[in-house]
Nanobody, 124 residues
Framework: QAQLVESGGGLVQAGGSLRLSCVVS????????VGWFRQIPGNEREFVAV????????RYAAPVKGRFAISKDNAKNMVYLQMNSLKPEDTAVYYC?????????????????WGQGTEVTISS
C-alpha cells in the first residue's frame, strides 16, 4: 500500500493563495490516479480534484473549478494543488489519496491510500 504525506496548509486571508503538496511513496504516480479531498469536522469528506496517471485527464469539483489547479511531477512522485482566490468556505482539512487504477475516480470509496491531512484555514 502506498504512503502519502501532505504539506503546505496554513492560515491565509480570503483572496489569497496556497499550494499544497503530496509526496507519494510505494507506488509510481505515473500508473496511478491521485486525488485531493477535503473535510470539515462533522461533515463527510468531499472530492476536490483528481489527476490520472498520464496527467492528461483532470477533473475538479464545481466549487473549486477555475480557482484550484492540480498538477504532478512524476519524477518526484509528487502531486500539487494550487489554490487561488481562496474563500472562507474552503476552510477544511485537505487530504491526498491514491486510487490504484489509472482512470479518473471521484468517490472516497475508490481510494485505498490516504495521507494524514493538512489543515487549511481561510479568514474573512
Amino acid at each position: 500500500q502506498a504512503q502519502l504525506v501532505e504539506s503546505g496548509g496554513g492560515l491565509v486571508q480570503a483572496g489569497g493563495s496556497l499550494r499544497l503538496s503530496c509526496v507519494v511513496s510505494g507506488r509510481p504516480i505515473s500508473i496511478a490516479t491521485v486525488g485531493w479531498f477535503r473535510q470539515i469536522p462533522g461533515n463527510e469528506r468531499e472530492f476536490v480534484a483528481v489527476i490520472d496517471g498520464s496527467g492528461t485527464s483532470i477533473r475538479y469539483a464545481a466549487p473549486v473549478k477555475g480557482r484550484f489547479a492540480i498538477s504532478k511531477d512524476n519524477a518526484k512522485n509528487m502531486v500539487y494543488l494550487q489554490m487561488n482566490s481562496l474563500k472562507p468556505e474552503d476552510t477544511a482539512v485537505y487530504y491526498c489519496a491514491l486510487h490504484p487504477g489509472i482512470t479518473i475516480a471521484v468517490g472516497v470509496e475508490d481510494y485505498n491510500s490516504w495521507g494524514q491531512g493538512t489543515e487549511v484555514t481561510i479568514s474573512s
